[in-house]
């Protein structure tokens, strides 16, 4: 069996959502080591290197031209393409255009169906006609939770039995250099994630606005800049916490583990989220969490979080505050959250996924 994957959103040097779960997914694969299984992976730009090594059955196709990849250039190569794949897998919304093989695509979310007005008008564009394609060809359309699954049902028609769950994974755990060592030295609170409107920042610097007063204590922003963000980089000085507020783009995942190690919770308070992965970072290295009670996130948070209204800042404010005086719920939502993590793992993801891939050729 020869399984066809595009593989360029793991193909670069900063990975989040898609990208972190497109290279997981690669990893695994290669290290399963398939006897009866060849690779072809489809790129845009030569592999970096941290990308998995080719090998007898890991084989790495670069093609042009690079814009609208998916639509032209990559089916226009598999339309003449002498070895053909037995089936095609894109770890993302758009599966190759008039593809001759039969397709699996994944979809996260559909935030940009119930949230357009958080998108730029190119980008949905793109996403609503190029995912409708691609959903209605695609033998399974595989998405991070139930959450995801009930509206992928809802909005495109699709049989049940050909969408399916296959819950994301949590890095392994990284030991820091120096546990002592701390790259912000005041009490913080942190959030994780890209600066777009979706994710809620703005009502999150609103809320902590309004507890500053109580506790000493900083927010720290870490997420490289998505869409839309001005707004979030206005709000601090808007809300008068302009010296309590801080912004730390993408970061390595070094500091990333300190941030979530050191912090005095965690807080991701999104309107809507596919799975939101950095809920069970925040777990994995002891950080107490605050999340939202919407979309999929009570799957990923269980009964290790604090939920709340994302729509009210006085909720969101009162939560971080109460999370902050209660050393014994602290002390609680950290032990669950352990527990919680558990239930997790790529190695899980990537078999789910392999046999979904085999089916669909044995079909």
């Not at 794949?85 to 039969?102: E, G, L, Q």
Request: a positive charge.
């Amino acid at each position: 069996m020869i399984i066809g994957i595009d593989g360029n959103e793991a193909n670069v040097e900063q990975r989040v959502g898609i990208g972190e779960y497109s290279f997981e997914l690669l990893r695994q694969f290669k290290e399963f080591k398939i006897q009866n299984s060849k690779f072809k992976i489809y790129l845009k730009n030569k592999p970096l290197e941290h990308m998995p090594k080719e090998s007898g059955n890991w084989k790495y196709k670069i093609i042009g031209p690079k814009g609208f990849w998916t639509q032209l250039a990559l089916p226009f190569h598999l339309l003449f393409d002498s070895v053909k794949p037995d089936v095609f897998f894109t770890p993302s919304h758009y599966a190759p255009r008039f593809a001759k093989m039969p397709t699996v695509i994944s979809v996260m979310d559909l935030s940009y169906l119930y949230y357009p007005n958080l998108f730029k008008k190119m980008d949905l564009y793109q996403l609503r006609r190029w995912t409708s394609y691609s959903v209605k060809n695609a033998k399974r359309v595989l998405t991070i939770s139930q959450a995801s699954k009930n509206d992928i049902i809802k909005e495109y028609k699709k049989e049940a039995k050909d969408v399916v769950v296959t819950y994301p994974g949590v890095k392994q755990k990284m030991a820091m250099k120096d546990a002592k060592k701390r790259f912000i030295e005041e009490k913080y609170i942190l959030f994780v994630g890209t600066l777009q409107p979706r994710k809620n920042i703005v009502k999150l610097i609103e809320a902590f606005s309004k507890i500053t007063d109580k506790h000493s204590v900083n927010l720290v922003v870490a997420g490289k800049k998505g869409w839309l963000y001005e707004e979030i980089m206005d709000a601090p000085k808007a809300y008068g916490v302009e010296s309590r507020v801080v912004f730390k783009n993408f970061i390595e995942d070094e500091e990333l583990v300190n941030l979530y190690s050191h912090a005095e919770l965690f807080i991701l308070p999104s309107l809507y989220e596919g799975f939101g992965l950095p809920v069970l970072e925040a777990m994995q290295y002891g950080c107490p969490v605050i999340t939202s009670s919407v979309s999929s996130l009570p799957e990923v948070g269980g009964d290790a979080v604090l939920y709340v209204d994302p729509l009210s800042v006085e909720d969101i404010a009162n939560k971080m505050n109460q999370l902050l005086s209660d050393d014994n719920l602290r002390t609680d939502l950290i032990k669950k959250g352990y527990e919680q993590v558990k239930k997790f793992s790529w190695e899980k993801t990537a078999r789910q996924t392999l046999k979904i891939l085999e089916e669909v050729v044995k079909e």
